[in-house]
Structures are given as structure tokens and as C-alpha cells.
Nanobody, 116 residues
């Protein structure tokens, strides 16, 4: 079973930055379009960014466009999310998974809290 392990979350002040990482155990990681999802307290999980297998195409939710950047390193089987200009409304548990199609098993996520 594929394992996804997210890391890099924490407490940050508004306007700050964080870089999240997600390591995947699958050897066929490079064929998956991957995404970063988030689940704010009391709300449903939403997709905020995705990147194709080769990394050439990315997409972002309007709420994070211009502030977040998704990238990947297929040799390391890792996908990243650089988050800049963070806002309190970005507070959520962040997860990575396939974007589109049947998802893999969900990891434990990483908590991001934006607060002064």
C-alpha cells in the first residue's frame, strides 16, 4: 500500500511562509498528477494545488493563486508546497494525494496554523 507522509507545517504569523513536503512510497510516483489538499476546522477537504507527473503543468485554487507554488522532485518521490503571504484563512490540515481519479490512502496530514 502506498504511503504518503506530509511534513513542514507549523505555527506562523500572517504574512509568513512555510514549505510543506510530501514523500510517497510508490515507485510509480512520477506518473501521478499530485495535489495538495487542505481541510480547515469544521469544513470539507478541498484541493488547492495540483501538478502533473512531469511537473510541466500546475493549477491552483483562486484562494491561493499567486501565493502558493507546487513543485515536485520525482527522483525523491516528493511533492512540495511553498506557501507565502499566509493568511489566517489558510489555517488547516494539509494533505497530499493524487489529483483526479481514485485517491491513494490518506496520510496523517500536517497542521498549518496562521495566527498572530
Amino acid at each position: 500500500q502506498v504511503q504518503l507522509v506530509e511534513s513542514g507545517g507549523g505555527l506562523v504569523q500572517p504574512g509568513g511562509s512555510l514549505r510543506l513536503s510530501c514523500a510517497a512510497s510508490t515507485s510509480i510516483f512520477s506518473i501521478y498528477t499530485m495535489g495538495w489538499y487542505r481541510q480547515p476546522p469544521g469544513k470539507q477537504r478541498e484541493l488547492v494545488a495540483s501538478i502533473t507527473g512531469g511537473g510541466s503543468n500546475t493549477n491552483y485554487a483562486d484562494s491561493v493563486k499567486g501565493r502558493f507554488t507546487i513543485s515536485r522532485d520525482n527522483a525523491k518521490r516528493t511533492v512540495y508546497l511553498q506557501m507565502n503571504s499566509l493568511k489566517p484563512e489558510d489555517t488547516a490540515v494539509y494533505y497530499c494525494n493524487k489529483a483526479g481519479g481514485v485517491t491513494l490512502g490518506w496520510g496523517q496530514g500536517t497542521q498549518v496554523t496562521v495566527s498572530s
